[in-house]
Structures are given as C-alpha cells and as structure tokens.
C-alpha cells in the first residue's frame, strides 16, 4: 500500500467531508486517497453501519428528531431510525460549503447526508476497485460486540473483499476473532501508545501490520520497517511529521488530509 490512508471527516482547517460518510469516500477518491478508513458500530436491531463516537450527538441532528432519547447513544436505535437523522449538516457549520465543480478539493453542501451501513461502505469500496481500512471499534459491551467482528468478515467474504481489506481495532479479542473466520484477511493492530515489543505483538495476534499513534518517534518506525514490519501511523495532520515518517518508511499514513500529505509525497518521487 502506498502511503495514503484515511479517515477525512474530523472537524477543522482542511478536512473536505463528515466522516464515516459515503460522501466522505467519494471526496477521499476525488482526492486521490490510496483507500479509505472507517469505523464500526451497531444498531438496535444488529445492523453493521459506520460512526466512530457511540453518541449521536456530535455528527446528527438526533437531538431535534428525537428529542425524548436521551442520552442519544447510537446503539438504542434502530436502522430505520438512525435513516431519519442529517449526519452532514454538522461538517456544514464547521466547513461552510464552497462548492466548484472544477475542485476535487472545494467543500460542498452534505445536508442530509445519511449514515451508511457497512455493506453500502465495502459495495462503493468494490465498486471503485479501491482499498479500506476497517476498524472496529470497542463497543463497550453494547449487544452489537457480540457479533459485529463475524458480521463484518462475513460481509467482507460475501462482497469478495478479502484482498482489498485491512481490518484494525485496538482489540486483541477482536482481531483474534477475525483471524479465525479468516486466514488470509489482512489484520493491523491499532495501539494509543507505542508498544515495548510491536513485532512480537503483531505476530502473536497473526496480524500483518501496526498502527501506532502520530506520538511515535520516526526513528522507531524506521527501525520496524528495517525489521520488516509493515508500519501505519495514524492520525498524522501535520506536514512535517508526515515528511519525518516517509523518511522513515513508514508503510502508510493515516492522515485527515489526504490533499495535504499527497502534495508532500510528491516532494518524494517513488515513495
């Protein structure tokens, strides 16, 4: 994989689109992002869909349609309700549209954007011969933990994505049950501090990459790398330590702008 990968929704100066968004996906094509990368949740009724927070509250409207609901936890919905909510208009009011036809990198109107579920997500990603990164997510004991690591692999197989998928979490228990449902499905492992010993971690949980946090000195991923172990770090917004890790060999990089870091590697023909 070449060393652009990502998530482009969070809030703020350069992001193009909400994230966990179909829109989000074809903003991240347009750009020229090697793949995409999304995160897992479950609803009420045991559908797979893409939110990174288990609160409604930050990316929906969900206050206003369902004023009674609180505390707004996505898990106490269901689909057909989740379908009722504008998860865009939130990326509006911090991005305010400047839509050009012409600009791969304008920011458009998302009002109304809907949540997709996890099927939409790997049947756009098919449908575009292109590549992500699925994470799942802890869900903090929710009903939908039980099953959303065998209905993710299993969509994955059904769809015939198995070579285009890099499926992460913070979760040994997680990525040890994909591993069982699938041999040949490729594991990362995400950590929010540098491991002591990553490749004795990686190979433990027979995963073949590790994604550590953008704190991680460039000198250690270049060491890893020498050692033959595929590197991630996530999530890297800033140029110069985008330009530290390329040096370094990082495998990849996880970054929110992907407009920014592709400008960079072009500082860096071949990589």
Same mark, same amino acid.
């Given at each position: 994989?070449?060393?652009? %990968? ?11 689109? =909400?994230?966990?968004?179909? %829109? ?26 893409? &939110? ?14 369902? *004023?009674?609901?609180? *505390? ?24 305010? &549209?400047?839509?050009? =036809? +012409? ?6 109107? @998302? ?9 939409? !997500?790997? %049947? ?13 997510? +802890?869900?903090?004991? !929710? ?34 049950? !994909?591993?069982?449902?699938?041999? +040949? ?8 501090? =540098? ?13 073949? %990459? ?16 020498? +050692?033959?172990?595929?590197? @991630? ?11 530290? @890790? ?16 592709? !400008?960079?590697?072009?500082? @860096?023909?071949?990589?």
């Amino acid at each position: 994989m070449d060393p652009v %990968a990502l998530n482009i929704g969070h809030r703020g100066a350069s992001r193009l689109a =909400p994230e966990n968004t179909l %829109a989000g996906a074809r903003k991240a094509l347009q750009v020229g992002a090697d793949m995409w990368e999304l995160d897992l949740a479950v609803t009420a009724d045991g559908v797979v869909v893409l &939110a990174h927070d288990d609160s409604l509250l930050r990316t929906s409207n969900v206050r206003e349609v369902f *004023p009674g609901r609180d *505390p707004w936890l996505l898990k106490d919905f269901t689909l057909a309700e989740l379908r009722r909510l504008d998860f865009g208009s939130w990326f509006n009011a911090a991005a305010p &549209a400047s839509p050009d =036809p +012409d600009d791969p990198e304008a920011i458009e109107d @998302y009002s109304a954007e809907p949540i997709p579920t996890l099927r939409e !997500a790997l %049947a756009f990603t098919r449908d575009h011969g292109w590549r992500v990164d699925v994470e799942v997510k +802890d869900l903090k004991g !929710a009903p939908g933990e039980a099953h959303v690591v065998e209905d993710a692999v299993a969509l994955i197989q059904e769809l015939d994505l198995t070579e285009r998928v890099l499926l992460t979490s913070f979760r040994p228990d997680f990525l040890q049950r !994909a591993r069982r449902l699938d041999p +040949d499905l490729a594991l990362g492992v995400l950590v929010f501090a =540098p491991d002591a010993d990553p490749p004795a971690l990686v190979h433990r949980l027979k995963a073949q %990459a590790y994604l550590p946090p953008a704190a991680t000195p460039p000198g250690e991923v270049a060491e890893l790398r020498a +050692d033959g172990l595929a590197v @991630y770090p996530w999530t890297v917004n800033d140029e110069g330590l985008m330009r530290d @890790y390329i040096r370094a060999g990082a495998s990849g990089i996880l970054t929110d702008v992907p407009q920014v870091l592709k !400008a960079v590697l072009s500082e @860096y023909p071949g990589r």
